[in-house]
């Protein structure tokens, strides 16, 4: 007899989201394709197998390993690498929606599988794509709620302006002991680590003091970030230099991730490094860079900017859904 992890009386066999929330997410994967199509993008598929894994220390990919066998590689967080080598070959403006993977990551706006709509876009800079985001996210505001308010006006705020604004001090200025400070005074519960990690006491700032003050209804694009968090995007000269980079933030949660892509094979390389240095000082797995990737950029990535967006919590603002559960058919806990 199969064995299974719930009795015989439970209903976990069902669908987590309605039948009803599942045509309209249907109906969001039609309007998508759509909407690129009609703008003159190539739709890619690329492997979710990957035989390197992400440096980031804020993403943890999931380990595959073959029967009575060594490591097979793992599953990917994001498609932007071999997208990025699809770009090196010549393959012009060109999208995916890819199911992609996230150790660690569960609750009310995670599931370790979920949907990712990543893009690129040759010569452009990261304003007009920010303008290419809000007019999808209007597209499938009609499309898929046409009886809910619209978005409102969208708003860019740059990363200093945000944080004098909603936390009230300056983050290209203040210490790592003078942003504890604040979060203290504000009752945030402060790790101890982070008393010496400059840019994790501004994540979690970020998280806890900025982002809940942002208007729910109004799409927020948030900009210029300090150089620091970088990640793959290029860094702007200036005084400050910063990050060209951006988040977007709707229905209270993140929803995208742009960059205006970093294409120099040594900065990248440099890049990686430093991450692998900083996984191990948090005592986390260090994973082989993807060489084929930094490859591609030795052999030239063109002028691009791109993003990513997560397709999941895009389809819970839109539909009214408190939890992610409400919009997949199957989360891990029914999977």
Same mark, same amino acid.
């Given at each position: 007899?199969p064995?299974?992890? *719930?009795s015989?009386?439970?209903?976990?066999?069902?669908?987590?989201?309605? %039948?009803? +929330?599942?045509?309209?997410?249907?109906?969001?994967?039609h309007?998508?394709?759509?909407?690129?199509?009609?703008?003159? $993008? %190539?739709?890619?598929?690329?492997?979710? #197998?990957?035989?390197?894994?992400?440096?980031?220390?804020?993403l943890?990919?999931?380990?595959?390993h *073959?029967?009575?066998?060594?490591?097979?590689?793992?599953l990917?967080t994001?498609?932007?690498?071999p997208?990025k &080598?699809?770009?090196?070959?010549?393959?012009?403006?060109?999208?995916?929606?890819?199911?992609?993977? /996230?150790?660690g990551?569960?609750? /009310? /706006?995670?599931?370790?599988?979920?949907?990712?709509?990543?893009?690129? !876009?040759?010569?452009?800079?990261?304003?007009?794509?920010?303008?290419?985001?809000?007019?999808? %996210?209007?597209?499938? =505001?009609a499309?898929?709620?046409?009886?809910r308010?619209a978005?409102?006006?969208?708003?860019?705020?740059s990363?200093?302006? =945000?944080? #004098? +604004?909603?936390?009230?001090?300056d983050p290209?200025?203040a210490?790592?002991?003078?942003?504890v400070?604040?979060?203290d005074?504000?009752?945030?519960?402060?790790?101890?680590?982070l008393?010496a990690? !400059?840019?994790?006491?501004?994540?979690?700032a %970020?998280?806890?003091?900025?982002?809940?003050?942002?208007?729910?209804a109004?799409?927020?694009f948030l900009?210029d970030?300090?150089?620091?968090?970088?990640?793959?995007? !290029?860094? +702007?000269?200036?005084?400050?230099?910063?990050?060209?980079?951006?988040? $977007?933030?709707?229905?209270?949660?993140e929803?995208a991730?742009g960059?205006?892509?970093?294409?120099?094979p040594?900065?990248?390389? =440099? &890049?990686?490094?430093?991450?692998?240095?900083?996984r191990r000082?948090?005592?986390?797995? @260090?994973?082989?860079?993807?060489? +084929?990737?930094?490859?591609?950029?030795?052999?030239?990535?063109?002028?691009c900017a791109?993003?990513?967006v997560?397709?999941?919590r895009?389809?819970?603002?839109?539909?009214?859904?408190?939890?992610?559960?409400e919009?997949l @058919?199957?989360?891990?806990?029914?999977?």
């Amino acid at each position: 007899m199969p064995t299974s992890r *719930a009795s015989s009386s439970s209903s976990d066999w069902r669908p987590s989201a309605s %039948l009803e +929330r599942l045509r309209l997410r249907a109906k969001a994967l039609h309007a998508v394709r759509g909407f690129f199509a009609a703008r003159g $993008l %190539l739709e890619v598929e690329t492997p979710q #197998l990957s035989a390197a894994a992400a440096t980031d220390v804020h993403l943890e990919s999931l380990a595959v390993h *073959a029967p009575g066998g060594p490591l097979s590689g793992w599953l990917h967080t994001s498609p932007e690498f071999p997208m990025k &080598r699809l770009l090196a070959a010549g393959a012009g403006d060109i999208w995916q929606l890819a199911r992609v993977f /996230r150790g660690g990551e569960q609750g /009310r /706006r995670h599931n370790p599988e979920f949907s990712l709509l990543e893009w690129y !876009r040759l010569d452009w800079d990261t304003a007009r794509l920010m303008t290419e985001v809000e007019e999808l %996210l209007r597209v499938l =505001a009609a499309e898929l709620a046409p009886g809910r308010p619209a978005p409102g006006e969208t708003e860019r705020l740059s990363y200093r302006e =945000a944080f #004098l +604004r909603h936390a009230g001090f300056d983050p290209f200025v203040a210490s790592a002991a003078e942003i504890v400070t604040v979060l203290d005074a504000k009752r945030v519960s402060v790790p101890e680590s982070l008393a010496a990690d !400059r840019d994790a006491a501004l994540d979690l700032a %970020l998280s806890m003091l900025v982002e809940p003050a942002f208007d729910a209804a109004r799409p927020t694009f948030l900009v210029d970030f300090p150089a620091a968090q970088a990640a793959l995007a !290029r860094v +702007r000269p200036g005084d400050p230099p910063v990050a060209d980079r951006f988040e $977007l933030f709707f229905g209270g949660m993140e929803l995208a991730n742009g960059f205006h892509e970093l294409a120099d094979p040594r900065e990248q390389a =440099a &890049r990686f490094q430093a991450d692998l240095h900083a996984r191990r000082d948090r005592g986390l797995d @260090a994973p082989p860079v993807d060489t +084929r990737f930094l490859g591609a950029l030795a052999h030239g990535l063109p002028d691009c900017a791109g993003v990513a967006v997560g397709f999941d919590r895009v389809l819970m603002c839109l539909c009214g859904a408190s939890h992610i559960d409400e919009v997949l @058919a199957f989360p891990w806990a029914r999977a």
